[in-house]
Each structure stands twice: as structure tokens, then as C-alpha cells.
């Protein structure tokens, strides 16, 4: 089948963004991605589902998979508030460790150093995570 | 012992607690409540096993930047063993490892702590 | 969150079933279902991707999952060819050993003892399985 | 060695196929393959152990009935161990275990066969 494309509407229960995960590895083995991108794909939904559930203030998540030849694109797409990214403060260990600091604050640093590229589209409409991984040649 | 913690042991004076299944939250939460009590206890070293936890969120991993910092306040020390590679690329890319060895066993871990 | 409902879109990928058997684990587990119940509802799930990805001639799929108080609805969608099941033999194993006979064809007989409710609509624009497992007062 | 197929031993005169992951048809035919050559060399007792395919399909489970026909031509036989409840269940449903012991373990499966 040519560039298949899988689309999940998935709700805020507990857990439910290992249906995502299960995904990405069947389309994964499926592409003959290795099993190292294939954890950081996952990794990489997994904080972009928790960022929707947990911020968006919407009931349910929409994650599209797409499979071209050359990459696996992945969108988690969500209906609600939506953020300014250039407010994010980048996280770091050592003011982490500070007493009182929040020590939360990690998923996006975590997406952007997992993928090969990541596009936020966010607005009051609500917000589109746009992410790529490679396939080598050799893969 | 809840669903999410599949083991705890003492070992040469190393708390050793197996973790099971998603490392989210609610894990992250489990382990944090079985180190405070160990710590009340006078446990200061501490062994965190993944070997079943392939599956980890930055919720549950940001849980244990707390342990950290309770365990710098007296001098004591985590480690953890039996990563999976994203898993342990997850630690690296948020500093854990600046602070916390990672051992190949559970027998290296104890000894290299103890 | 009142009657969450997840909704997936699949391709004809080898193994893509095991998307949907995930959700149905985590959803049960949402549900407090059995884990007898997680592994027939599981079963029936995979029974009904089968069939429709090998004799729908679609390229995709769509399964619904709709979680109520009381039990836990699954619906496997294609818009195919459909089939006329009062044609479809029931199977026995002896006839199935007999020299030359086809072993399969066993897919839905196994839902049906799988799942509490099982049914079938189909037609020339499409298969619908509608099928239940009710949740016990002390699960 | 396939990934379906975790390991092949040769025990008390039964051979044991241990499986892995998700028992479709690539595993199915994989388990027909080791044992038409298993038969060819004269072997005629079969343990297949499912402890690491906790998930089946209709598909896999067919090729075994194919299995049991050629057994039964020679008058051979084959078992099963560790199965997942909703494996055992499949195949009791589909009569497999009408031809077919189910046992607890590996070694108690030889111990029956041999
Ligand atoms: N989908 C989203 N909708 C609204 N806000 C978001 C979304 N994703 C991220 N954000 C905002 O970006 C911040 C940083 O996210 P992240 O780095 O994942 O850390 P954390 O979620 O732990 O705060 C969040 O606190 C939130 O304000
Ligand atoms: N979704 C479907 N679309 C078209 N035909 C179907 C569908 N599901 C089942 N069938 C028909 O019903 C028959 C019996 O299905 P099943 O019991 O699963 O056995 P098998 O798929 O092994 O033949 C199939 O051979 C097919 O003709």
C-alpha cells in the first residue's frame, strides 16, 4: 500500500497514549526503522499526547501517522487553547534541583532532541504537532 | 506492593526497588513513597531496577529530579540498572545521569554502591 | 470523563491490528474489566480486522470502541464488498483434518463465543461488527 | 532462527519449538517449517511452547490443525505449554485441545511425551 496513513481520536483516559505508542512500532517494524528511533518516536508521542490531555483543556486528541518512503510523520493534533512557544522556559537539571522549584517541564525539549523535526502550529483554536523521523537509506 | 512496583529489596545497605509496567505518574508517585519511607528508615543508597519499565513519560521521570534532591540534602545516593535505551537517552537528555549512575545488573549496582 | 468513545482509523499493514488490541487493554483496564474478559474482547478484535482487511478489498479500516457504565462496544468497520453470513459454515475440527480441507474459516465462530453480543450488518457498501462485553456489578 | 521462533531443542526424543511475540501467520508458518523438517529426520513428538506469544490469530492457529493431520498419518504427537488464558481458550474453541494436552511446563511436557 502506498504511504498509508493511520488516524487515531483518542479521549483522556489514563494511559491511552500507548495505543499511539503500539502504533508507532507496527508502522515502524512495518517501515524497517530501527528499534533506537522507534523508542524515540514513541517517547516523542507520548510527551506531545501528555502536553494535549494535560494543557489543551479538550476531551480528546486526534494522532495522524503518515509513511512516506524517506520518514514517518506524526501529528498530535488538539482542539483547545493553545500556547505561546516562545514563552517556554528551556529546562535545566541544576535549577531543577533547586528546593521548591516545579520539576515538570520537560516534554518539549524531550521532542525537539528526539526528532529530526518538530513544527508547533498553535493558536485559540487549539494545537498541531507536526514531527518527522528519517529513514536512512541503509534501513 | 502496588501494580507499578514489583519488588523492593535490601541488599548491603541498598534499597533496591524493581519498578513494573509505564513509568508515569502514578509509578513515579509509588517509587517516591517507598524511598521517603526507606529514608525515614535511614536508607541513603538506593538502587532503581527498570528492567520492566520500557515505557517511561517526563511526569513520572520528573518525580525522581525530587529524589535527587532529598537524596543531595544527605548525601546519599540513586543509581538505576537494566535501562532500555530510550529510556536511558530520556535521562540523558534531562541531566539524570549527571546525577545517578547507570549499572548493567542489579549485582554490579549493589556492589558499586555499597 | 462521561462515555469516552476512541476511534481509529487503520491501513492494511501487517500486524496494525495490535493498535487496536492495545486500546482495548487500555481501555479495560479503565473499565476494571477482567483480564479473561481484556483477552476475549482482544481476540474477538483481531478476528474482526482480519476479515475485514483479507475479504473487505479496502484499504482501511475503522474500529470505535464506545466504554458505557454497564459494558464496553466495539465496532470494526469496512466499507467493502460485504458478505452474506447465513452462507458462512460453521466449523468443526474433524471435518477441518480431513485431507485437503481448508483448516481456516474460523474467525466468526470465535467472536461470537468471544463476546456477550455479536452483529453483523452488512451489505454491497460495507461491513459493520457490532459487539459487546458486559461489565459485572463487582468488576 | 526467525524472530518468530525463539528456540529450538531436541529433549527425550520430543522436539520443543518455543515461539515469540504475536503468533500470526509468518509464525505459524515458521513453526510448519522446523517441524515438516523435524518430521523428514524422523521425529514424531512435538511440544510447542507459547509462553512469549501471549497473542494469537485464527490464521496462526490454523496451520497447527495441518500440523496435527500429518501427525496423526504417523501416528505422532504434539502438546502445548505455557499458554496464555485466552490462547488456551482459542484453541479449546476450535477443538485443537480435543488432539492436543495442554501441560504446565516444558519439562513436564517432555516428561509426558517422551
Ligand atoms: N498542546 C498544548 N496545549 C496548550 N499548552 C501546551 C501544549 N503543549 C505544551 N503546552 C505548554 O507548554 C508548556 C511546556 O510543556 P512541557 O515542556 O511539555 O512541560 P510540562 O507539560 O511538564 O509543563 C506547558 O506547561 C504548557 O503551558
Ligand atoms: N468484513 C468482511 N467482508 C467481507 N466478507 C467477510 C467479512 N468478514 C467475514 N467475511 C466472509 O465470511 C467468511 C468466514 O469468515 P471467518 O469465519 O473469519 O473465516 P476466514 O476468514 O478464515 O475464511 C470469510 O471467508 C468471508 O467470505
Known sequence: MKNPEVELKLPVIP????TATKTAEVISKHMNLSEEKTGEISMAIIESCINAFEHSKTKEIYIH????????????????????????????????????????????QLVAELMDTVEYDSNESGTTVTMTKKKENNE | MSDTIKNIEEKSGVVVISTNGYFNNIAGDAVLEVFNQKMESGNTKFLIDMADSKVVNSIGVSILIEIIEKLQAV???MAFTNLAGIVEK???IMGITKYCEVYESIEVGIEKLS
Chains 1, 3 share one sequence.
Open chain 1, 65 to 108: 501517522f503518515i509513511v512516506s518512503d524517506d520518514k514517518l510523520t506524526v501529528k498530535v493534533i488538539d482542539r483547545g487553547t493553545g500556547f505561546d512557544k516562545s514563552k517556554v522556559e528551556i529546562p535545566n537539571i541544576e535549577n531543577k534541583l533547586k528546593a521548591d522549584a516545579r520539576k515538570r517541564g520537560w516534554g518539549l
Open chain 2, 75 to 77: 548525601d546519599g545516593k
Open chain 1, 15 to 18: 494511559d491511552i497514549e500507548l
Open chain 2, 90 to 92: 530520556t535521562f540523558n
